[in-house]
């Protein structure tokens, strides 16, 4: 079974990019730079920021539907990222080479299933994922900080 993997749109975050580093300790968010290789996958081009470079360190709600899943967590974005990631049946090397956590909500926002996996097994869990009709969306997890990755629909 197909499946598209996207990034979050770069819209969102632009504003946030030409703000001072006090109005964004209000947002809150804050500029951090990045000083190891894999150690901040940006959440719009699914692609770790290299040393040298810096990201933004901000409160993402990746999951606002009214629902006891409702939920947040903290997530890099590239600085001047603008292409957001979007493929069909491919799965972008920083989702590759981690674990994951594959939570698979329905057309109401509910959980209704989840596994583990290595990030190299992304396929096979996606697939195992969508062959049960009622899952509507699958949202992909850095498993080793919980924090959200990116969003997997059928295709």
């Not at 993997?5 to 975050?13: E, R, S, V, Y």
């Not at 703000?19 to 692609?47: G, H, K, M, Q, Y």
Request: aromatic letters at 8%; charged letters at 25%; proline letters at 8%.
């Amino acid at each position: 079974m197909s499946f598209r993997i996207t990034g979050l749109d770069p819209g969102a975050f632009a504003p946030l990019f030409a703000l001072s580093d006090e109005a964004l300790a209000a947002e809150p968010a804050r500029w951090v730079p990045v000083d190891s290789e894999r150690s901040a996958p940006c959440r719009i081009t699914l692609e770790d920021a290299r040393p040298g470079e810096r990201v933004l360190l901000l409160n993402y709600e990746h999951q606002p539907a009214p629902t006891p899943f409702r939920a947040s967590h903290a997530i890099f974005v590239r600085e001047g990222a603008h292409q957001r990631y979007d493929r069909v049946d491919e799965v972008p090397p920083a989702l590759r080479v981690r674990a994951l956590s594959v939570r698979g909500f329905d057309k109401d926002h509910m959980m209704i299933d989840a596994a583990l996996v290595d990030g190299a097994d992304l396929e096979a869990a996606l697939e195992t994922m969508f062959a049960k009709p009622a899952v509507d969306y699958v949202q992909l997890h850095y498993a080793l900080r919980g924090c959200y990755a990116a969003r997997a629909e059928r295709a």
